[in-house]
């Protein structure tokens, strides 16, 4: 089945939804969603969620406005098309997830209609660099509220006493004084980025660019230009463009989900990195370049080789310096001085509101699979929560604290520390705080 714009009302979300479809959906390189005609997802495929930094059935049954936010737009377009029902084609746009990623886009909206009714809304999505949008799409894009060479953080951004943490601090700072690629592994959520930001703060390249991307979010076809650039007649449309190598030089390049990237293209860039050269898509010419690299991988490198999608010179080129970041759950005593952190930046958290320690109990003894992100996550909510509700904290049902999504286990043998919200009022309880995780 073939949508296109002239018979999209024809097509409803029964159609789209069949099994043949999903089978195809799930293995695209492109992004696709699915939202019913309240707004709340119902597909999406599996490069959109890792892109987005979710999973596949950690988005079913969300509304749209639980996973996006506007950035700035009036109407997130999933649901403008939903309301308009009509659809938006090529829509070029910046959008950012409920994990603070954002993301430079194209998108197709099709409205769905069920006998004239609106079923929903379903969206086609690639990812672009800035630079490749020209035309209508460009004038239409917003960028971002700070510019990709620039970084936010530095080491004492990085909160926690945690051992092996500061281990990890520790290894940064000496490898942030030398030229050497440093590789940074750890699961989603932890903070790797904050650590290349703060390397990149601490060296002698510190005055020159430091540029991010995401190697899961581009599709393979893009990557390559992207990074090494294009020559006029490379392809279709092709022009004289700089890749990222280019923009980088001087400072830093930072490879985020470097496991994502191809392999054939990984061999292309393990070239670079030996010759410190780059040749541009379509050209026959090189160009010096002086790139400091940071990769970044959500998993160990050693288990990227073995499962075949890190090749293993690369892994020896780029893991000159390897750090690990270890996950929330293996340093729960860091909790309360990030929670202290997240209510500090907060604008709207009101003054002395705590943690109970009833709270900080079930925290130590919850795994925490969305690491400091889902801790971030959680706190806002609950901020924000309060502005609705007037009630200034969360906790764990009285009566059937184990029916509570966060498991039932021992909490450390240490007295919980006396933090968060006044256990005086009445509280909202934990299972509806963790609806959206």
């Not at 979010?217 to 294009?230: D, H, Q, S, V, Y």
């Not at 009285?398 to 919200?421: G, I, M, Q, V, Y």
Request: hydrophobic share 40%; glycine share 6%; aromatic share 8%.
């Amino acid at each position: 089945m073939l949508i296109d714009s002239k018979n999209f009302s024809d097509v409803s979300m029964n159609e789209v939804m069949t099994p043949a479809m999903r089978a195809i959906w799930d293995h695209m390189s492109i992004g696709v969603a699915i939202v019913d005609g309240k707004g709340i997802c119902v597909y999406m495929n599996e490069i959109q969620a890792r892109v987005d930094g979710f999973t596949t059935s950690g988005v079913v049954g969300k509304h749209i406005t639980e996973l996006y936010v506007p950035n700035g737009m009036a109407r997130i377009p999933t649901m403008e098309c939903l309301y308009r029902g009509e659809p938006l084609l090529r829509k070029a746009y910046w959008y950012k997830t409920i994990n603070n990623s954002l993301f430079s886009s194209v998108t197709d909206f099709y409205p769905l209609f069920d006998h004239g009714m609106k079923d929903g809304v379903l969206a086609f999505t690639i990812w672009v660099d800035s630079a490749l949008l020209t035309g209508e799409a460009k004038q239409n894009t917003r960028a971002p509220a700070s510019a990709s060479d620039s970084t936010r953080y530095t080491f004492e951004s990085i909160i926690g006493h945690d051992p092996a943490l500061r281990g990890a601090v520790s290894d940064a700072r000496v490898a942030a004084k030398s030229p050497v690629p440093v590789m940074i592994w750890g699961e989603n959520g932890t903070g790797k980025e904050l650590f290349a930001q703060a390397i990149h703060s601490a060296s002698p390249r510190k005055n020159h660019p430091f540029i991010a991307v995401n190697c899961a979010a581009i599709p393979e076809n893009l990557l390559e230009g992207i990074l090494f650039g294009t020559s006029k007649g490379a392809y279709t449309d092709a022009a004289d463009k700089p890749g990222l190598f280019e923009k980088a030089d001087g400072g830093t390049l930072l490879l985020d989900e470097l496991n994502s990237m191809p392999l054939g293209l990984q061999a292309k860039l393990l070239r670079v990195l030996q010759e410190k050269r780059i040749r541009r898509l379509g050209s026959n010419s090189e160009k010096d370049v002086d790139v400091r690299v940071i990769s970044i991988l959500n998993e160990p490198p050693l288990t990227a080789v073995s499962r075949g999608i890190l090749r293993n010179d690369l892994y020896y080129r780029l893991a000159v310096v390897g750090i690990a970041v270890p996950p929330l759950r293996e340093r729960l005593e860091d909790i309360p001085l990030l929670i202290a952190s997240f209510l500090q930046r907060a604008e709207d958290a009101p003054a002395g509101v705590r943690v109970s320690d009833s709270v900080m109990k079930l925290f130590w003894g919850y795994s925490w699979p969305g690491n400091i992100r889902e801790l971030s996550n959680l706190v806002e909510r609950a901020l924000i929560l309060a502005q609705r509700t007037g009630k200034l904290h969360f906790a764990p049902e009285e009566d059937a604290p184990c029916e509570t999504p966060l498991p039932c286990r021992t909490a450390p043998t240490k007295s919980a520390p006396s933090a968060l919200f006044s256990e005086d009022d009445p509280v909202i309880p934990l299972r509806d705080m963790e609806k959206a995780y």
